[in-house]
């Protein structure tokens, strides 16, 4: 704490005393320039030709010399007399004899003493609060010390958790090894028993094509499999690198940080500081005006009063209620009254103001027992009076606040270890599900974050989670097939805008159309952040529910229309049965396909929807189409067998198989299966070459008639 340096100088003539304040060094002010300094004071008219500055009895005679050469220094005490009243003869210590000269002194020794445990208090109360600041600086680094610790904890996990899926992978290869070793054997023995039963030309070449083909399919396989492979490797080298930058980032982030936020704080405390010791000394500077007029006799000037009432709520009648100005006292800076409680020691009310400069602060508490029980009264004072204070440090928080990054900061944000993952959220919730359909695998995410879910053969749900906006997206299809004519599609398009006015009637989502790809899907999602691990399990069957509705009103639409045109008057004026067939053969196949509505895949019903006796039925309902990522794409080589009944189930083909050939045809799409169905005998035994679990089947299915 920089103060002036104070010099005192006493006039034996009239009973004056001058408090000279000096900022700089006083061993370096002139004599010439001390008797300057009081010829300018108002109260004193002796010129300076005229004045004798004596210092211990001794004049001072020369004007040039510093001050510094008598021992003159801050606190001293000099003496100012008239030349004329100054004897040569007489002796210069008699002047201190005098009972009023030595209560001069005597005071303004005691002012020093004030002077000096003032500032001794200050140094104190200065190194206090540097220590409480090195004790924040030593918590803080050993909080950083375990967030670190933590942080490393967590990447062993992570580094355990991907090498057991590394091995988890090395197991797949090796199992897919000997299944492939498998696949090649039995499509050995099956070519073997192919030619032993058929020894003719047309069959041992079928039978070299189709190994022919198994081979280009492994090689495709193996292809994309070394693909996925190199990519896996490719993106788990990206995710550690990332990660080693996001790790440099933060730390350099919050390093930056803790800075700034010390500075700011350091300035704050620096700009309060100065401004309560200045507060502080005005009010010690008017208060000992004040005293120096009752001393005197003389009646304080009205500035003088109406200051001192402003400041300290002194009624200006008795000079001996104005409060004591001590270092202790801060609401005194403030310009407050303040109750002292005779019963709490000093060493109290010590603490008490500390407890007050720390709240200003926005600092923890000090060590020590400032709640206790005995100062609970002071406390209770404390408060009142703190309330109705302004509060500089709270905005400067705040300003620390605007500089605080808010959502990058992911240690500020989160506090550090409860960290959300709406990943793991998105995980569990397709666990659940998978249980509640009494699946015996779990099901999971592909590389694209993408599953899709088969419920009963009619319905297939994609379920993809989005990272970006922390949602589990739901679609499934309505239409696979867009009306090509402008108006039915029209009305279609306005049919589904008015039922996704309101989103209750669609689950709480809505429809869209890809006009390139030619479907329409309805979609919903669910947001994680505030959903549970069983809300996929409790929105699937609502959702379901709400595609057969909307599924049988197009329905119904589409029969209405076409019921419209084939009853509408012909130009005779009545409808006739030409007439519907000429409108049925104007109709495209795709204007035909899209009055049905399918549940994702377009079904091949040829055991229940073909009518007519005598027709070849082998109850498979099959598809060529899938849905990856809400896109439909066809299956290469076969079709996808959706539900099986009657001879199908019988021979023991099920769900999921894929149809390669039937009656040694290779089926290449839906239409190609359903003609060479159509071609078959009824009661007549046909191969058919299944596709389960990556290994070939070869099943006969006895033809049946409906």
Request: net charge neutral.
């Amino acid at each position: 704490m920089n103060a002036n340096d104070v010099l005192t100088v006493i006039s034996p003539d009239d009973g004056k005393r001058f408090r000279i304040n000096i900022k700089g060094d006083i061993g370096r002010l002139t004599i010439g320039r001390l008797k300057q300094c009081l010829a300018a004071a108002s109260s004193y008219s002796v010129p300076i030709a005229d004045q004798v500055i004596k210092f211990n009895g001794t004049p001072l005679t020369r004007d040039d010399e510093v001050c510094a050469a008598y021992g003159i220094m801050n606190g001293s005490t000099l003496t100012v007399e008239h030349r004329a009243n100054v004897d040569p003869t007489t002796d210069h210590t008699a002047s201190f004899v005098s009972p009023h000269r030595q209560a001069l002194e005597y005071q303004t020794i005691r002012r020093q003493e004030e002077i000096l445990g003032d500032e001794v208090l200050g140094y104190d109360n200065t190194l206090q609060v540097k220590i409480d600041q090195l004790q924040d600086q030593v918590e803080a680094a050993e909080k950083k010390k375990m967030k670190i610790a933590r942080e490393k904890e967590n990447a062993e996990r992570e580094l355990a958790r991907l090498r057991q899926q590394e091995e988890v992978a090395e197991k797949q290869k090796r199992r897919l090894t000997q299944l492939r070793e498998r696949e090649a054997q039995r499509a050995a023995r099956r070519a073997a028993d192919l030619a032993a039963r058929r020894e003719q030309l047309k069959a041992e070449e079928e039978a070299t094509r189709a190994v022919a083909l198994q081979k280009l399919d492994n090689e495709r396989r193996r292809a994309s499999l070394e693909q996925e492979r190199a990519e896996y490797e490719a993106e788990k080298e990206r995710l550690a690198k990332e990660r080693e930058e996001y790790e440099q980032r933060a730390k350099e982030r919050e390093v930056n940080i803790r800075k700034k936020e010390i500075e700011i704080e350091q300035q704050i405390l620096a700009a309060e500081r100065d401004r309560r010791e200045l507060e502080l000394s005005r009010l010690v500077s008017h208060q000992n005006r004040l005293l120096y007029h009752e001393r005197v006799g003389r009646p304080p000037p009205p500035e003088l009063t109406h200051e001192g009432m402003r400041r300290g709520e002194w009624s200006g009648n008795d000079p001996f209620s104005l409060p004591v100005a001590t270092p202790e006292d801060k609401n005194v800076a403030w310009g407050k009254p303040q109750e002292i409680n005779n019963n709490n020691p000093p060493n109290q009310q010590w603490q008490l103001n500390q407890k007050q400069s720390y709240r200003q602060s926005g600092a923890p508490h000090p060590s020590g027992p400032i709640k206790s029980e005995e100062n609970a009264t002071a406390n209770a004072q404390f408060e009142d009076s703190y309330q109705n204070r302004p509060r500089p440090p709270r905005a400067a928080e705040n300003v620390v606040k605007m500089m605080l990054p808010g959502r990058d900061n992911f240690a500020l944000a989160h506090g550090g270890n409860n960290v959300y993952n709406a990943r793991e959220n998105a995980i569990d919730n397709l666990v659940c599900m998978g249980r509640d359909l009494g699946l015996e695998n779990t099901l999971e995410f592909d590389n694209n974050n993408t599953c899709v879910i088969s419920v009963d053969g009619q319905y297939n749900l994609i379920v993809t989670f989005d990272a970006a906006t922390e949602r589990l997206y739901i679609y499934s299809t309505l239409m696979t097939n867009i009306p090509h004519d402008p108006v039915l599609r029209l009305r279609v398009y306005e049919f589904l805008m008015e039922g996704a006015l309101l989103g209750r009637e669609m689950c709480g989502g809505g429809v869209g159309a890809s006009i390139k790809n030619d479907f329409i899907l309805l979609s919903s999602s669910i947001y994680l952040p505030t959903s549970l691990p069983t809300t996929l399990s409790t929105l699937a069957p609502q959702f379901l529910f709400s595609l057969n509705k909307w599924r049988e009103k197009l329905g119904e639409l589409l029969s209405t229309v076409d019921m419209q045109k084939m009853t509408s008057p012909s130009k005779n004026g009545h409808s006739t049965i030409e007439d519907t067939n000429e409108l049925d053969s104007r109709h495209t196949p795709e204007e035909k396909a899209s009055r049905r509505i399918a549940s994702s895949t377009r079904s091949s019903r040829t055991h229940s929807t073909e009518s007519g006796a005598g027709r070849p039925v082998i109850g498979i309902e099959a598809t060529d189409s899938v849905m990856i990522n809400g896109v439909p794409s066809r299956h290469n080589g076969g079709v996808l067998v959706v539900n099986v009944g009657g001879p199908a189930a019988v021979a023991g083909i099920k769900p999921h198989d894929i149809i390669k050939k039937i009656n040694y045809k290779r089926v290449t799409s839906l239409r190609q299966f359903q003609r060479e169905v159509s071609r078959l005998i009824v009661g007549k035994m046909v191969p058919i070459v299944v596709e389960r679990s990556d290994v070939l089947h070869n099943i006969f299915i006895r033809v049946g008639s409906a």
